[in-house]
């Protein structure tokens, strides 16, 4: 129970990633991902005839992303990655974000990129904070789910489904009233929890005792999580989002799809982390957007077309008002000579290349800002056939870690046709 309570529901919550590389000037100081799932086929974000790379200034935006229009200059549009080792078919899971083979019900076997960068960029004290968008029964029946983000080998960390845990847990010391009430007859019996497990682990055997640890840990990250808060105050306070009948009394699930997104800006906002993953459809291969008017949901929107078919036009449309929304939250707040947005990286993608039932040939990327001046923007690129995991080293090298593969295995290297070190046309 505590393994699923501590490493599980506030696995996000854990230790605080390292300081940034000392004299690092340049760079993100967060990162967002947006992983739609279904696949992202390129044709719905590749601007009509065009074939080779070039600048955007000058062309339109596909129906899709039409939204992004008046934000080309701050966009650069990715083909010819693939995930072909990845083998996604209907879902990579944590792969998408891994690099590497992953399946339904398998555990990761290493971290993932949005887990690497938290670790490297500026010390917040979530990193980084998943969250997950569904059905309104799946996501009330499983308010946590671990299927993008790792920590490493065996090591799932959970994205978060109900606003109104996640608001409790994150905002209730500023918001008072019933629900500062609930959090704390919650976090009382977390304290006693984490103090009777203690007591019941003395006397065990070594192998026992490791295992305990690691239960009782799980309670007290939880409690170590409360007393960092407290400390927060001002800040939360200053950004929490206004609860209102989108969470208690939500019409339609893309009512806690917009509030899960509200506090997960407030969550950057407030430097609580440096790295939100967002998940629509939660990595998996079901979903529903009833809210905007999307006919069908789950695994039958998979095995539709996407390129000019209605429900993917929608979809795709409020993924881009999402994109919007985080992006105008951002530059609504001064940071150094500029703002937040200024400093950001905002990556969308899929969980599963291009379509359902994919071999993971064809993955495209939209990235929105230039992450503190380290990446072009402003472009569509096109790539002769490399990894995705040579983006992510790409990414990794603009926040100041410079390696030259990520989680590409000596023998891989070749097969795959990974390069050393970042991608050169992305990097500015």
Not at 135 to 149: D, R, W
Not at 253 to 281: C, F, K, P, R, Y
Request: charged share 20%; hydrophobic share 40%.
């Amino acid at each position: 129970m505590a393994a699923s309570l501590g490493a599980g529901m506030l696995s996000n919550f854990a230790q605080a990633a390292p300081k940034a590389a000392a004299g690092a000037t340049r760079g993100p100081k967060r990162i967002v991902f947006f992983l739609q799932n279904h696949g992202f086929d390129p044709y719905t974000c590749i601007p009509k005839g065009l074939e080779e790379s070039c600048p955007l200034d000058g062309v339109t935006l596909s129906e899709p992303m039409q939204a992004l229009e008046p934000y080309k200059d701050r966009m650069h549009i990715i083909t010819g990655l693939h995930g072909l080792h990845v083998g996604p078919a209907h879902s990579a899971y944590f792969g998408a974000l891994g690099g590497y083979r992953c399946g339904m019900n398998t555990a990761p076997a290493d971290q993932t990129i949005d887990y690497a960068l938290s670790r490297i960029l500026p010390e917040t004290i979530l990193s980084p904070l998943g969250i997950g968008m569904e059905s309104m029964e799946s996501m009330k029946a499983l308010p946590t789910i671990a299927t993008l983000t790792a920590a490493g080998p065996g090591l799932p960390m959970h994205m978060h489904s109900d606003p109104n845990k996640l608001y409790e847990v994150l905002f209730a010391r500023v918001a008072g009233g019933d629900i500062l009430k609930s959090y704390e007859a919650r976090m009382g019996l977390m304290r006693d929890i984490e103090a009777m497990a203690r007591l019941k682990g003395r006397g065990l055997s070594a192998d026992q005792t490791a295992d305990y640890r690691s239960f009782v840990g799980g309670f007290s990250e939880i409690n170590k999580l409360s007393e960092k808060l407290s400390g927060f105050s001002d800040q939360l306070r200053k950004f929490a989002p206004k609860l209102d009948d989108r969470y208690t009394k939500p019409k339609f699930e893309t009512d806690w799809h917009d509030a899960l997104l509200d506090i997960g800006i407030a969550a950057l906002q407030s430097n609580l982390t440096n790295v939100l993953t967002v998940g629509s459809g939660r990595g998996e291969f079901f979903g529903s957007w009833k809210g905007i008017g999307v006919k069908g949901e789950g695994h039958g929107l998979g095995h539709t077309e996407q390129v000019g078919v209605e429900n993917w036009i929608k979809i795709r449309q409020y993924n881009c008002e999402m994109l919007i929304k985080i992006m105008k939250a951002l530059e609504a707040i001064p940071e150094g000579p500029g703002t937040m947005m200024d400093n950001t990286l905002i990556v969308y993608t899929s969980n599963n290349a291009d379509k359902q039932h994919t071999d993971g040939a064809v993955w495209p990327f939209v990235l929105l800002g230039n992450g503190g001046g380290m990446f072009k923007t402003g472009r569509y690129t096109h790539l002769d056939n490399r990894p995705i995991n040579d983006l992510y080293t790409t990414f990794l090298h603009g926040v100041g870690s410079p390696v030259d593969h990520f989680n590409v295995d000596k023998n891989m290297i070749q097969k795959i046709n990974s390069k050393a070190g970042p991608i050169e046309e992305l990097m500015a």
